[in-house]
């Protein structure tokens, strides 16, 4: 199993390292994939996911890079696939989409979208962003993408357990979140998920804070590697294990 690092906020007088010192520094110790959350209006500030990925991009080489995950009931589709066209552009067959229905009002406050209807606007855009990936047109409206862009990147679905099943059938993989949901209950969603044919499966925002025993999250990334999730990504809050510590975990 590979492990990923969920950049965190860049907000503490402490944090002297820039984002793109942090991607570098990642990728030198030999971390698989760095990744990049969405969130606003919740009181701290994080860097835009599409900004976040172009600047990791333009100073790494080997890591994967993903959103994990972008609200898409947040976005008109195909101003949403520009962003897209426009980040593959730069991180070349690097990146990878994760997708999701959102689950905080505040981010939809924010944009003035509707966060009650998020579930099922969320289906409906999907279904208009990849056909819009695959093509660059919706309607009349064309982007006319680069050759090499055109089609998309992987898409997978972000959830905490529900819709695996579509994740399975409809998306490239599935990201689990380790945030809202316990071992058992991400265990349980990913039998269902590989039980409907879903193949590759991430496990993301482990979070690492000063409480953290190296022996515990050893064996639970362990766990995780056992019932058939391909990667693991970790979120480093203050006061958590050193990156040097966490990578060497798994070897």
């Not at 944090?15 to 570098?24: G, K, Y």
Request: include cysteine; glycine fraction near 10%.
């Amino acid at each position: 199993m590979k492990l990923g690092v969920l950049l965190a906020p860049l907000n503490t007088p402490e944090q002297s390292d820039t984002l793109a010192d942090q991607a570098r520094a990642f990728e030198a110790m030999g971390f698989a994939s760095l990744w990049s959350a969405q969130a606003m209006g919740r009181g701290f500030m994080m860097t835009d996911p599409f900004i976040a990925l172009a600047t990791a991009a333009a100073v790494t080489q080997t890591l994967t890079l993903g959103t994990a995950v972008l609200q898409l009931p947040l976005y008109a589709p195909m101003e949403l696939a520009h962003r897209i066209f426009s980040l593959q552009q730069v991180c070349g067959d690097r990146l990878i989409l994760g997708l999701g229905a959102g689950s905080t009002a505040a981010d939809f406050t924010i944009a003035e979208k509707d966060y009650r209807q998020r579930f099922t606007n969320f289906e409906a855009l999907a279904l208009k962003l990849k056909a819009i990936l695959e093509t660059g047109r919706e309607g009349t409206r064309d982007h006319k993408p680069w050759q090499t862009v055109l089609g998309g990147p992987p898409l997978y679905l972000g959830s905490w357990g529900a819709g695996v099943q579509s994740a399975a059938h409809h998306f490239d993989g599935w990201i689990a979140s380790a945030h809202y949901r316990g071992f058992e209950q991400i265990v349980a969603a990913q039998k269902t998920y590989r039980a409907h044919g879903g193949e590759r499966s991430i496990v993301s925002t482990l979070q690492l804070t000063q409480d953290t025993d190296l022996g515990a999250l050893k064996a639970k990334l362990e766990a995780y590697r056992d019932c058939g999730f391909a990667e693991a990504v970790v979120m480093f809050l203050p006061g958590a294990p050193k990156p040097e510590q966490v990578i060497r975990l798994l070897n």
